[in-house]
């Protein structure tokens, strides 16, 4: 993971409503579902596909910040990514089937798992594109 010294928030209200203080409104933040129904996001999405998205820093950034530039006054966005980079950090087949939907390679014996999964990872490598997404998006 990147030791990065990121530049000071221009808006904490969402941290400090974590916390547990007090905040003169109540924080509002969209997840990466937010954007779908974004005319921009659908046109972006058409030029690139989901893990491509997630799976590049500069892309994830963008669609994660989609919504934020449409709605200024959202106060944070979680990151563009999926659950399924996990599987596939794993070294799992996963695929977005337009239309279907997520298609994993199902572990259906115990045994599978040690011809269908690495165990050997190193995750903070597997998984730098997402920190260094967030690192830009933080930016």
């Given at each position: 993971m990147m030791n990065v010294n990121f530049p000071e928030l221009k808006n904490d209200t969402i941290i400090r409503a974590a916390y547990g203080e007090k905040t003169s409104y109540?924080?509002?933040?969209?997840?990466?579902?937010?954007?779908?129904?974004?005319p921009e996001?659908?046109?972006?999405?058409?030029?690139?596909?989901f893990f491509d998205i997630c799976e590049t820093p500069?892309?994830?950034?963008?669609?994660?910040?989609?919504p934020i530039r449409r709605f200024p006054s959202i106060d944070a966005a979680i990151i563009f990514s999926d659950i399924l980079v996990i599987p596939k950090a794993l070294g799992m087949d996963v695929q977005m089937v337009e239309g279907v939907g997520p298609v994993v390679d199902a572990l259906e014996t115990p045994s599978q798992i040690k011809t269908k999964v690495r165990t050997?990872?190193?995750?903070?490598a597997e998984l730098d594109y997402l920190y260094k997404a967030i690192t830009l998006t933080r930016h």
């Open positions: 109540v924080p509002v933040w969209v997840m990466r579902q937010a954007g779908r129904y974004l996001f659908r046109e972006f999405r058409q030029h690139h596909s500069e892309l994830a950034c963008e669609a994660t910040m989609l050997e990872n190193n995750i903070d």
